[in-house]
């Protein structure tokens, strides 16, 4: 009995030993562990008293359990003076200079792409002396079909194709039916008629139209253009066009104009830009694969246009605008479009999913 009570003893000096002379709180439960772990001796001997012969088990287990229990408590309060020094020693490193200036606030937001996209096109066009202006979203058949010279068998104004507005019950009828209009076109009459030649405006803003798919959407958005004058030529609109893709696809770019039908202008022309990624080649070195943008083409379609036609300023005659007169040029693009081309978005519905870790990319 006497070499266990010595042994237990020993264990006693040893573990006060260590906590006194632990310099961190790291050590400090390095010794713990080495004298209370579970595989420590003192608590393998508490586990063997139950062996003892009966009448030492009293005195060698009150003598153990002492022993821990004086061992812990040597180990809280040398935990607590440590941390104590610890905490002073941090505070003298890692003072705070509550003179700096703060922490700047982290952004509250960014313009949405289609935004950025829209602004960075009026831009351009407002370099080339164009006027920005906006027309309503509900608006007259009269301005969004007839007045662009629309036949009245055109499958747009079909009522599967367009979103028509309906007069409240009760309500007298109208001489006009109204809609969600199809396109920002209708402000070329309207602005027409608010303005005398000459005039240069480009009309962003909302157009709705009965498609939902990768490439379309009920809701989205599109830029108008209109210019017209005396002598304004369909090499204006090139030039023009040429001067917008260079700005917005690069200095490298080119357009070429392929003919079309539009019912608002005469001549109509599509308007291609060559391809940004393959630089026109139509294959993408250094394995000449096909060039995925393109199709390998080495052109991108990115409007319409064409040369307004002498109906639509036969609607504005009374305004100044006189057919045998003057002439200009017309072009329409998506917004979308033009953002899906410069940043690689492969789905249009992308754009209205609202999903950040999408929108942040464009910041």
Same mark, same amino acid.
């Given at each position: 009995?006497?070499?266990?009570?010595?042994?237990?003893? &020993?264990?006693?000096?040893?573990?006060?030993?260590?906590?006194?002379?632990?310099?961190?709180?790291?050590?400090?439960?390095?010794?713990?562990?080495?004298?209370?772990?579970?595989?420590?001796?003192?608590?393998?001997?508490?586990?063997?008293?139950?062996?003892?012969?009966?009448?030492? &088990?009293?005195?060698?287990?009150?003598?153990?359990?002492?022993? &821990?229990?004086?061992?812990?408590?040597?180990?809280?309060?040398?935990?607590?003076?440590?941390?104590?020094?610890?905490?002073?020693?941090?505070?003298?490193?890692?003072? +705070?200079?509550?003179?700096?200036?703060?922490?700047?606030?982290?952004?509250?937001?960014?313009?949405?792409?289609?935004?950025?996209?829209?602004?960075?096109?009026?831009?351009?066009?407002?370099? /080339?002396?164009?006027? +920005?202006?906006?027309?309503?979203?509900?608006?007259?058949?009269?301005?969004?079909?007839?007045?662009?010279?629309?036949?009245?068998?055109?499958?747009?104004?079909?009522?599967?194709?367009?979103?028509?507005?309906?007069?409240?019950?009760?309500?007298?009828?109208?001489?006009?039916?109204?809609?969600?209009?199809?396109?920002?076109?209708?402000?070329?009459?309207?602005?027409?008629?608010?303005?005398?030649?000459?005039?240069?405006?480009?009309?962003?803003?909302?157009?709705?139209?009965?498609?939902?798919?990768?490439?379309?959407?009920?809701?989205?958005?599109?830029?108008?253009?209109?210019? +017209?004058?005396?002598?304004?030529? /369909?090499?204006?609109?090139?030039?023009?066009?040429?001067?917008?893709?260079?700005?917005?696809?690069?200095?490298?770019?080119?357009?070429?104009?392929?003919?079309?039908?539009?019912?608002?202008?005469?001549?109509?022309?599509?308007?291609?830009?060559?391809?940004?990624?393959?630089?026109?080649?139509?294959?993408?070195?250094?394995?000449?694969?096909?060039?995925?943008?393109?199709?390998?083409?080495?052109?991108?379609?990115?409007?319409?246009?064409?040369?307004?036609?002498?109906?639509?300023?036969?609607?504005?005659?009374?305004?100044?605008?006189?057919?045998?007169?003057?002439?200009?040029?017309?072009?329409?693009?998506?917004?979308?479009?033009?953002?899906?081309?410069?940043?690689? +978005?492969?789905?249009? &519905?992308?754009?209205?999913?609202?999903?950040?870790?999408?929108?942040?990319?464009?910041?």
């Amino acid at each position: 009995m006497s070499d266990l009570v010595g042994q237990i003893e &020993r264990i006693r000096e040893d573990a006060l030993a260590a906590v006194a002379a632990a310099r961190t709180t790291q050590e400090l439960e390095d010794a713990r562990v080495r004298f209370l772990g579970r595989k420590a001796e003192l608590p393998n001997l508490l586990r063997g008293v139950a062996d003892l012969p009966p009448q030492e &088990r009293g005195a060698v287990g009150k003598l153990a359990n002492e022993v &821990r229990s004086g061992a812990d408590a040597a180990i809280t309060a040398r935990g607590a003076e440590l941390e104590l020094e610890e905490l002073r020693e941090r505070l003298e490193h890692d003072r +705070v200079d509550v003179t700096l200036p703060g922490t700047p606030p982290a952004p509250i937001g960014r313009l949405h792409l289609l935004t950025a996209t829209r602004r960075e096109i009026e831009d351009v066009f407002c370099g /080339l002396g164009f006027t +920005v202006v906006e027309g309503p979203e509900v608006e007259l058949v009269s301005y969004n079909f007839d007045a662009l010279n629309h036949d009245p068998a055109h499958p747009a104004r079909a009522r599967t194709d367009t979103f028509y507005v309906e007069a409240p019950a009760g309500a007298p009828p109208r001489a006009d039916e109204v809609l969600l209009r199809t396109h920002t076109s209708p402000m070329q009459t309207r602005a027409m008629q608010r303005q005398p030649p000459p005039i240069a405006i480009v009309v962003p803003g909302r157009v709705y139209r009965r498609d939902s798919d990768a490439t379309h959407t009920p809701q989205f958005h599109q830029i108008e253009g209109l210019a +017209v004058d005396e002598d304004i030529t /369909l090499a204006d609109l090139k030039g023009t066009l040429l001067a917008f893709a260079r700005a917005i696809f690069g200095d490298e770019r080119e357009v070429r104009l392929r003919p079309h039908f539009f019912p608002f202008t005469e001549p109509s022309v599509e308007v291609d830009v060559s391809c940004f990624q393959c630089g026109g080649s139509g294959t993408r070195t250094p394995a000449h694969e096909r060039c995925n943008l393109c199709k390998g083409t080495g052109w991108l379609e990115i409007l319409g246009s064409g040369m307004v036609d002498p109906n639509v300023f036969a609607w504005v005659r009374d305004h100044g605008y006189d057919p045998e007169r003057h002439q200009g040029f017309a072009f329409g693009m998506g917004i979308e479009r033009i953002a899906m081309l410069k940043h690689g +978005v492969p789905d249009l &519905r992308l754009f209205y999913d609202n999903d950040v870790r999408f929108l942040r990319q464009f910041g």
